[in-house]
T-cell receptor
């Protein structure tokens, strides 16, 4: 079975500050990992994905994430927060092979202070 | 950019009534999914569908739920006799090919409120 843990429910940063959203996973097989973002009243939009190529993955809107197998982590970072980054962020894991259902963490709400 | 569309955006239904949630996946996608998110909880997988068959379903997807691809464009989720606990945001997703490394593209969701 696979699972994702996103500690904390809310992160608040100042505009221009570093964004760090944590994600730890549990998987019995090599995982595929995803970060999705949800803006108010919208669906889930793919930010980036790890699929066993480079361990440092770059996504849209200046976000990146690093896969660390030894720490079973896939934390999301952005060097400088922008007001438009305020949203809910979900980490998700999928198994390899044909089983492609996503298992999500509970999400983290990011607030950006002016 | 092509997108997944879901209708209606909000559905209010009396308990015990049937409800159908509709989705139009991206046109060249072949794999379809339904997820739901109860307020304050995780997004949960319900069912995946390919080639007019259910590929996988969760324990949530009991006999009250069904999915159908009635034509070449729509993908529907039916709840036969709604319960209060079915109140949630329901998301449809699609992917071009199968495999855990393939991104799933999500619609904006249907908020289902059961009274």
């Amino acid at each position: 079975a696979q699972s994702v843990t996103q500690l904390g429910s809310h992160v608040s940063v100042s505009e221009g500050a570093l964004v760090l959203l944590r994600c730890n996973y549990s998987s019995s097989v090599p995982p595929y990992l995803f970060w999705y973002v949800q803006y108010p009243n919208q669906g889930l939009q793919l930010l980036l994905k790890y699929t066993s190529a480079a361990t440092l993955v770059k996504g849209i809107n200046g976000f990146e994430a690093e896969f660390k197998k030894s720490e079973t982590s896939f934390h999301l970072t952005k060097p400088s927060a922008h007001m438009s980054d305020a949203a809910e962020y979900f980490c998700a894991v999928s198994g390899t092979g044909a089983n492609s259902k996503l298992t999500f963490g509970k999400g983290i709400t990011l607030s950006v202070r002016p | 950019e092509p997108e997944v569309t879901q209708t209606p955006s909000h559905q209010v239904t009396q308990m015990g009534q049937e409800v159908i949630l509709r989705c139009v996946p991206i046109s060249n996608h072949l794999y379809f999914y339904w997820y739901r998110q109860i307020l304050g909880q995780k997004v949960e997988f319900l069912v995946s569908f390919y080639n007019n068959e259910i590929s996988e379903k969760s324990e949530i997807f009991d006999d009250q739920f069904s999915v159908e691809r009635p034509d070449g464009s729509n993908f529907t989720l039916k709840i036969r006799s709604t319960k209060l606990e079915d109140s949630a945001m329901y998301f449809c997703a699609s992917s071009e090919v199968r495999g855990g490394n393939q991104p799933q593209h999500f619609g904006d969701g249907t908020r289902l409120s059961i009274l």
